[in-house]
């Protein structure tokens, strides 16, 4: 792949998981190769949580800190946060203009979110929600980017921004390449309870946590249920140990589920390994983690440079887009 600009961003949720972490090793990657934008979208964030906006700041430092142990480099990549670069808020608007109503209706996680968010008590039949693609489409088109690392998920948002590039081309001259979607490779890992592994399910390994964190949630994985003493046969198809174990204990893993089929190792010598093969992997990063917060000032400075960098790319958009525009 020639240069390209890649554009990506993550609502600050604060610490990140392990299942995080393959996104993030993407990036790590592009950002060798390419001119690479990542956003923490404060702005979005506030789209579903308007009304407790106290963990915003604290959960953006966390994020970032997470960003900085798993290897993304502030001298290579533009690292920003959302509302500190106003010419995204600029160009939502502008596309605001632009864009049928109908387009934003029909997103196909739209009406889901609403139903499902407000059964929580989050009430997001708002504006702001509705132009949440809008802002994403701001994000991505306002660096000119052509890269868009993203997970499934957000497939129809990036068509949705495509589209809008389109449209701003067509009424006002061409601005705005069409990005592409790079769809990362996230690996699927469950929670410790079999579950999507999410925050709010409380059944994640946080990408920092200390060895003795890891072994707690080790421990609570659930593992074939029909198995009861050590030399019964297990059945690991079931068993949340063993997606694990795909990943981080790759070299042993057929191995590991032969025995446990046959009864030859127990649950407990079975976590034992797990344990110690993410207690390894992940060392690097939590040790990375501990230095960075020893840094007073530190992810204060990176902020602010990224932010002065984006803004610089993100005004020269800006000012492409008045002058096509014609005001
Ligand atoms: N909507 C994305 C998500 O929930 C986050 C996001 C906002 C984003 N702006 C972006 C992702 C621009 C890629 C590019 O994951
Ligand atoms: Fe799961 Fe390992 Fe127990 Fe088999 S031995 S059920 S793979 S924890």
Known sequence: MTEKIVLSGMRPTGQLHIGHYSVLEQWVQLQQE???????????????????????????????????????????????????????????????????????????????????????????????????????????LIYRANIVPVGEDQLPHLELCREIARRFNHLYGSVFPEPEALLSEFKLLPGIDGRKMSKSYKNVIALAAEPEEIKKQVNAMITDPARIRKTDPGNPDVCVVDKYHAIYLKDKHEEIRSACRKGEIGCVQCKKMLAKALDEFFMPIRERRHEILKRPGYLDEILEEGAKRASTAAEATIMMVRKAVGI
């Open 34 to 140: 390419h001119t690479c934008y990542f956003a923490i979208v404060d702005w979005h964030a506030l789209t579903t949580s308007y009304q407790d906006t106290s963990a915003i700041k604290d959960n953006i430092k966390e994020m970032l800190v997470d960003w900085l142990a798993s290897g993304l480099n502030p001298d290579k990549s533009t690292i920003f946060v959302q509302s500190a670069v106003h010419q995204h808020a600029e160009l939502h608007l502008m596309f605001s203009m632009i864009t049928p109503l109908s387009w934003l209706e029909r997103v196909p996680t739209y009406k889901d979110q609403i139903k499902q968010l407000g059964a929580m008590g989050k009430d997001i039949n708002t504006y702001g929600f509705l132009g949440y693609p809008l802002l994403q489409a701001a994000d991505i």
